[in-house]
């Protein structure tokens, strides 16, 4: 009698971090430079008896500092410069943006024109909101505005799916058309913040993109799995350009993945992860967070989980520390953990909670601080009074 074996995926998107859903300010475009350090904020998403909330959390302190509760399921949520919320909500007739002002648990206002089935969210330039639809356009909203003043409907995406994007800081959008990991022809289609095409990149058949995302340089770079092989690449466009200036092996993880760029660091971060398990045995898990300086081709640093279990998307603060969910098939609490700048070997949890996962860290971006040094160009520490743990499952030493 022949085995039938039955595999079951526990993978990174949308299971830790809510990467397709959620994101904080969008790459490429610079937070606002602050002339006090605010306290640092961390939203989340937190299930608890069957219903969510987005919650918000003190950085250094692990504690609540408000909850917005009576949510169904996380659609969809992103943090602009100023700590405004857009979350999407279900409605009777639909669904819509809710907009929370800084330290609010009540919305300001519900956008629901223009907007069909959103789960993608990004913020661009002058605070503009960028909503994704299934199946229909990708729509701009101006700050503080209600209606669209854009919306582009993308050519060969699928109806299915709302389309994976980015926004750069002029505004360019550059969206992913065709279905991740299918059979089907794809294809990056670019607007200059018009319903024009200015841009068309053919991807060939053997890549299949996940994700894109572009640096101040208004480089594109080009998240992808390459077929019949172990591992994510990257291929990398000049502005305007339609072939690749370089492609290269950024990650050998196998598994769903989200490149961004971290404009603190001027650093690639490929987040990567995929648990499995056969025959309903044991669960087998890889994932890594691989960081690149631009011009490089090779991993400056890499930062592992521990054993058996997988990274979420990360989200960077103003000072180049990295926070990320962590969590395992095996175990029902998630934890949020803060590691400091360009080190692998250092962790602090933040919080751990069942349901738990991680929105966004704001204030994020590049950005001077009275109150944090660092030293040198390599292994960065900062003064503080934070206390790190020694990972139990080192990651390489930071460096080349």
Excluded at 191 to 210: G, H
Excluded at 367 to 392: E, H, K, L, Q, V
Aim: hydrophobic share 40%; glycine share 10%; charged share 15%.
């Amino acid at each position: 009698m022949r085995s039938v074996i039955k595999t079951s995926i526990w993978a990174l998107l949308c299971a830790l971090a809510l990467a397709s859903c959620s994101g904080s300010v969008a790459s490429g475009v610079p937070a606002a430079t602050a002339t006090a350090s605010p306290p640092e904020l961390l939203f989340t998403w937190h299930k608890s008896g069957g219903a969510y909330a987005i919650e918000e959390y003190a950085a250094a302190t692990g504690k609540l500092v408000l909850r917005i509760p009576g949510f169904s399921k996380p659609m969809g949520a992103v943090v602009d410069a100023s700590g405004t919320l857009y979350a999407v909500v279900a409605r009777a007739d639909g669904y819509g943006v809710n907009v929370y002002p800084a330290g609010s648990t009540q919305p300001v206002r519900t956008i629901t024109e223009g907007i069909g089935h959103p789960s993608g969210l990004k913020i661009g330039p002058a605070g503009a909101l960028y909503v994704a639809n299934a199946g229909g356009p990708i729509a701009k909203y101006a700050a503080g505005a209600g209606s669209p003043s854009l919306s582009i409907h993308p050519r060969g995406c699928p109806a299915q799916d709302a389309p994976e994007f980015t926004v750069d800081a002029a505004g360019t959008i550059d969206v992913i058309c065709g279905a991740p990991l299918s059979a089907q022809r794809q294809q990056i289609v670019e607007y200059d913040d018009s319903p024009a095409i200015a841009r068309t990149i053919e991807v060939p058949s053997s890549r299949k993109p996940l994700n894109v995302t572009t640096d101040p340089l208004d480089r594109l770079y080009l998240d992808y799995v390459k077929l019949g092989t172990v591992g994510a690449g990257i291929s990398e466009y000049d502005a305007g350009q339609t072939s690749p200036l370089r492609s290269f092996v950024f990650s050998e993880n196998e598994g769903i993945g989200e490149l961004l760029y971290d404009s603190s660091t001027n650093q690639l971060v490929e987040a990567a992860g995929i648990c499995f398990s056969f025959n309903g045995g044991p669960w087998t898990c890889e994932s890594a967070i691989d960081f690149t300086d631009r011009n490089a081709t090779k991993v400056a640093l890499q930062i592992l989980p521990p054993r058996g279990w997988i990274f979420g998307v990360p989200r960077f603060d103003a000072y180049g520390d990295v926070y990320v969910g962590v969590g395992s098939p095996t175990d029902s609490l998630e934890s949020i953990r803060e590691y400091p700048p360009r080190s692998a070997t250092g962790w602090r949890t933040v919080l751990r909670a069942t349901g738990l996962s991680l929105i966004a860290v704001w204030p994020a971006g590049a950005a001077s601080s009275p109150d944090r040094s660092f030293a040198g160009d390599g292994c960065a520490n900062r003064a503080s009074t934070r206390t790190y743990s020694a990972d139990p499952f080192p990651a390489p030493a930071c460096g080349r």
